[in-house]
């Protein structure tokens, strides 16, 4: 998806994002807590070390606002770099598909040529491909939809006056996201093209038989 800047951004002593090109990481000290945000809210995980005791709390996005700025713009970034890492382990998946489908042609067009029985064999691996396009897919619009709520949350962020760092960072997470966002759409009409493709050599297969 091609990130095109490199920067770390210290948002507040010991809190740190370093934005690049594989992505944004997050840097915080401390022990026993952890703060997750995704597309329905916050969920703080609290710990106490070495017993396995813990206590977890689901909030929404309207009690987001008791975390700190710099706290909640670190788990941005944190959930911007869990979106990137699932974008590019899709990319993989739909060529695997692809490739399986192609395989599946040109068997259907070997041998002794087509014919009734392998048209059948072509037909359900046209069902498989079609169906492991969908599950990419369903997962493209899963990431777009928390993207889209990651980029509406930084753009409802506000700071006061002082907090240069803290807009900075506001605004390299908002390019980020946006950039995910449109490598998602892409992604979304690559596939879209992927399966009409599909569709339309099954057909031209259905002619020759």
Sequence with gaps: MGFRFQKRIKIAPGVRLNVSKSGVSTSLGGRGATVNLNSKGVRTTVGVPGTGLSWSKQTGWA??????PEDELMQLGKLLDQKAKTFNS??????????????????????RGPSSSKFQTLVKRFETAMAGYQGIEDSVDEQRAALRAIISRLKGM???MFSGRLK???????KLASEHEQGAQKLSAALDRV???VTTE???AERKT
């Design 63 to 68: 009690n987001a606002n008791g975390l700190k």
């Design 158 to 160: 506000k700071f006061g």
């Design 90 to 111: 899709l990319s993989p998946k739909t060529n695997k598909v692809s490739a399986s489908w192609n395989k599946a042609v040109e068997s259907f067009e070997g041998g």
């Design 202 to 204: 099954l057909a031209a």
């Design 195 to 197: 399966k009409a493709e």
């Design 168 to 174: 900075s960072a506001q605004r390299d997470l908002l």
